[in-house]
């Protein structure tokens, strides 16, 4: 007399490896870094070159502060 256990084992497993093979390939896309199309290798701006982001927001500030100073003339002015 045949036991049931593997007649039973066999959709088991297969019900596992049915839910672990798209587990496995969600979680290896989640870890492997994205291709970016819009950067070809060896294009990248060195830093050296590139101003810093502090350099950046400063130049930000100060065209605000003149824009301020622009708008505060001409309503002195009215």
């Not at 989640?30 to 810093?52: F, K, N």
């Not at 400063?58 to 002195?76: G, I, S």
């Amino acid at each position: 007399r045949e036991s049931p256990i593997p007649k039973m084992l066999a959709p088991c497993l297969l019900r596992r490896v049915v839910l672990a093979v798209p587990l496995v390939l969600v979680v290896a896309l989640l870890l492997s870094e994205p291709i970016r199309s819009d950067q070809e290798a060896g294009t990248a701006i060195p830093a050296e070159s590139r101003p810093c982001v502090d350099c950046h927001a400063f130049e930000f500030m100060q065209r605000a502060l003149q824009d301020l100073k622009k708008t505060a003339y001409n309503l002195d002015t009215r």
